[in-house]
């Protein structure tokens, strides 16, 4: 089996908003997938109905090759899910939350337990309505984490962390990948994706805008460019030259963005004015998104 | 910046979110007075055309003991009102409880006090806003029940005196349910110290109303005072003034306490616990045991309480009516033969039967809350199924009420048979558990409503609940057609032990009870979670 979660065409409506419309989504088994897009474009609704909580409308939906919504028991046995608003019990402590959440996934790793216990320096003895979010956060993470499962749902999980705790994550995820198990992140920090994700999937509005590797995105998008010319490009030099946007002459500087891959042409064509000074920036990761998110 | 600055535009908060319960709330209780009071005269015109009939029922200590003493025994008016006065003083002094609570300690729980409290709002203006709200519903069903009376024409100064009598009592738990908001750090606690006082209020009330050496009970009784009022009798209308005294002093009390805590905290402080799960904290139905065994536990000594107040009145309650004809006629409202006593048994347990099922139901609708608070959602990311998280509540609602019904019927019989009484222990053990199929029937209908109506379940259960009361109490009385008051589970409980078992009525509230189970599961197997 070499895809732990497979979804197409996934659609969900709830009364008249459409939540999901035709989402396609594909992590393969042992990889960090990130799973990015705007507020309200249908992620949460997306991991719920990977857990079986909510009943897809069409399409199809596979995890670890088993229907989510049928096959509930055994598949959660292999599976550990933390939400983005963690709630807990304000009368039980934070120990007795992960004790029982483990327990209900078939038991959990004692020694893992403390461990983690003791990396992000979680008391666990306080009452549920006596933690901050971000203990709150950590609670769930401990549960998830000290579980021996095949694949983590994790729904924005360090929103409320602080940047040690942060830190402390993304090496749980990093041992967690090296144990071959799947991960599937929702999130909205780029630093963290791009630090964890080995591939990423973009929805908007409740479908799939771009998936593949950073790499493989980051191609699609354009890298901005800004020469200083010995002899002053015309625009009408420039008109026919493919790949070269938003063009601006101001003297001998010329700026713009340039596809990735027409780097080359467009280079040696202005190679033809004498570049004097050149700087090509690769897009930021901000952009990436900020494209995706708005296009 | 004062401390109230904000009130107004929190008083219209309150208001928008509460514009349909509210108004429900204050004609459901008003109009249930007035319809009450008006088929009661209608059936009875005059005193003594109700034959004293009404009156001597009262000479009994038990009935004084729930439904309080009779304001004038000769005037029909009084007569009229009587059954609803002390329970309709409960739903009104629970009507403004939920209102304080609700804009209160809940809100601050949900975290939404957090929210307004970092606009331009004073600290004080929350709590003053919930209190004029509950006030201002307090008053208006008071006053619509007085003019209910009035224009069914019935006397007015007695009118006038049994609406302050209920506004003594509301009033009195506005305050006390203001100052518990501010004790408690959890909605949950602010109900258990707000719902023990009604309570206690109650127990005092109908330890002093029977017992005459006892009478003062009644006096330091916030219940006490709707009775007291005497309306249509002695007319002691400044009562009111007793209840707007504790809520002053409940509304000062909580400002004071408001300003020397901290928002989300409460004054009675959260404790540690144990860093590890018990082993029996490894099952949806585990969580809620463990979430509900506090309240669980309170609602046992509640019902202990209640048995030993029953146990204890039922030897002098018959000692004193010795009468035939008012032998007779008790035997007749109990519907059976048998000992006096015996009668007055089986009323209670089969009233107490209603509060075993809001007990029941209170469990049920944790479901709903549970899955509003997102717990829900992560005991199902677990490997458990859905038929284990709905039998969760479920079962301790079942488990629980038939436990508070044996321990009932178990101390009942204890108590009587110290006293000298005749009812024997096996036979009330019996009776109260041929009284558990109905409480299981409501019990069920909260869960199927929660599994196919989630947001409107606990309007349907209370609704239901209600309605089964109603029609139970006041059916008869309401000349409502037999088949109305057929559809009320407790109607058809056997009226041990004044009758015989009777095993069609026990089957075939069961069968209800487990066909709207499986009705439930059915639901809540193909809806969406959360």
Not at chain 1, 78 to 83: C, D, E, I, S, T
Not at chain 2, 114 to 120: D, F, H, K, R
Not at chain 2, 438 to 457: E, N, Q, S, T
């Amino acid at each position: 089996m070499s895809d732990a979660i497979l979804v197409s065409g996934l659609r969900k409506t709830f009364g008249t908003t459409t939540a999901l419309d035709g989402l396609d989504l594909t992590v393969s088994t042992g990889e960090v997938h990130g799973f990015l897009g705007p507020n309200g474009s249908g992620k949460s609704t997306t991991i719920r109905i990977l857990l079986g909580l909510l009943r897809a409308d069409g399409g199809t939906a596979q995890v670890l090759g088993a229907d989510p919504w049928t096959d509930v028991e055994t598949l959660h046995r292999r599976l550990a899910y933390v939400p983005g608003d963690v709630t807990m019990w304000p009368n039980l402590t934070g120990g007795e939350v992960i004790d029982f959440l483990g327990r209900l996934r078939g038991g959990l790793d004692q020694a893992k337990r403390d461990a983690l216990l003791e990396r992000f320096d979680l008391d666990p003895t306080k009452k549920g309505r006596a933690y901050s979010k971000g203990n709150r956060q950590k609670v769930a993470l401990v549960a998830a984490l000290a579980s021996d499962v095949d694949l983590l749902l994790l729904d924005e999980p360090t929103a409320g962390l602080d940047p040690l705790m942060e830190r402390v994550f993304r090496d749980c995820i990093d041992e967690v990948r090296a144990d071959g198990r799947t991960v599937l992140l929702s999130s909205h920090i780029l630093s963290e994706v791009e630090a964890l994700c080995d591939r990423v999937s973009i929805i908007k509005d409740g479908r799939t805008v771009e998936s593949g590797s950073l790499t493989q995105l980051r191609h699609l998008t354009r890298t901005s460019l800004s020469a200083v010319l010995d002899r002053p490009a015309t625009a009408a030099d420039l008109s026919a030259l493919h790949g070269l946007h938003d063009v601006v002459i101001e003297g001998d500087r010329l700026t713009g963005s340039v596809d990735t891959e027409r780097i080359g042409p467009v280079l040696d064509a202005l190679g033809a004015h004498g570049i004097r000074a050149l700087t090509c920036q690769a897009p930021t990761l901000e952009e990436l998104f900020l494209r995706s998110y708005q296009s | 910046m004062s401390a109230y600055t904000g009130t107004t535009e929190l008083l219209r908060l309150a208001w928008r979110r509460d514009r349909v319960l509210v108004p429900l709330g204050i004609l459901a209780i008003a109009g249930m007075a007035v319809s009450s009071a008006k088929a009661t005269l209608a059936l009875y015109p005059t005193a003594e055309s109700m034959g004293g009939a009404i009156s001597e029922i009262f000479a009994s200590p038990a009935a004084v003991a729930l439904y309080g003493p009779i304001g004038n025994p000769t005037s029909p008016d009084s007569l009229a009102v009587v059954k609803m006065t002390m329970m309709g003083a409960v739903f009104l002094s629970l009507f403004g409880y939920a209102v304080v609570r609700r804009h209160t300690r809940s809100e601050e729980e949900a975290g939404r006090l957090e929210l307004l409290g970092s606009g331009v709002v004073g600290r004080r203006a929350p709590l003053a806003a919930a209190v004029v709200l509950a006030t201002g519903a307090v008053l208006i069903t008071c006053l619509l029940t007085a003019l209910g009376y009035i224009g069914l024409g019935m006397q007015s100064a007695g009118s006038v005196a049994f609406a302050s009598g209920w506004a003594a009592s509301a009033l009195a738990f506005v305050g006390i349910t203001a100052v518990a908001a501010q004790l408690s750090s959890t909605s949950r606690s602010c109900a258990g110290l707000a719902g023990g006082a009604i309570g206690a209020a109650f127990l005092l009330r109908s330890i002093g109303d029977s017992q005459a050496t006892l009478s003062w009970l009644s006096w330091i009784s916030p219940l006490g005072w709707s009775t007291q009022s005497a309306a249509y009798g002695a007319n002691r209308s400044w009562v009111a003034l007793l209840g707007v005294a504790v809520l002053v002093a409940g509304v000062i009390g909580s400002f004071a306490l408001l300003d020397r805590r901290d928002l989300g905290a409460g004054l009675l402080a959260g404790r540690r616990g144990s860093a590890h799960a018990p082993a029996s904290l490894s099952s949806p139905v585990g969580l809620a045991w463990r979430l509900g065994r506090p309240g669980f536990l309170g609602w046992l000594a509640g019902f202990v309480v209640g048995g030993l107040v029953v146990g204890g009145l039922a030897k002098s309650a018959t000692d004193l009516i010795k009468d035939p004809g008012i032998a007779d006629m008790l035997r007749k409202m109990g519907g059976g033969e048998g000992l006096l006593e015996d009668v007055y048994l089986t009323t209670e347990i089969g009233f107490i039967s209603v509060i075993a099922a809001a007990f029941g139901i209170v469990v049920a609708l944790r479901l709903r809350s549970e899955e509003v608070a997102g717990h829900t959602e992560q005991v199902l990311a677990g490997a458990t199924t859905r038929s284990r998280v709905l039998a969760s509540h479920t079962v301790i609602g079942l488990l629980g009420s038939a436990v508070l019904m044996l321990v009932l019927g178990g101390v009942i019989g204890v108590v009587d048979a110290a006293a000298g009484g005749s009812a024997g222990v096996g036979r009330l053990l019996a009776s109260a558990a041929a009284h558990v199929p109905a409480v299981w029937v409501c019990i069920a209908l909260a869960v199927c409503a929660y599994a196919w109506l989630p947001r409107i379940a606990a309007g349907v259960a209370w609704g239901a609940l209600a309605v089964f009361l109603t029609v139970g109490e006041f059916g008869g009385l309401l000349g409502l057609p037999g088949w109305l008051i057929d559809l009320a589970p407790f109607t058809h409980s056997p009226r041990m032990p004044v009758e015989p078992f009777s095993l069609p009525p026990v089957v075939g509230l069961l069968a209800v009870a487990a066909a709207l189970l499986a009705a439930a599961y059915a639901g809540f197997r193909r809806r969406d979670i959360g």
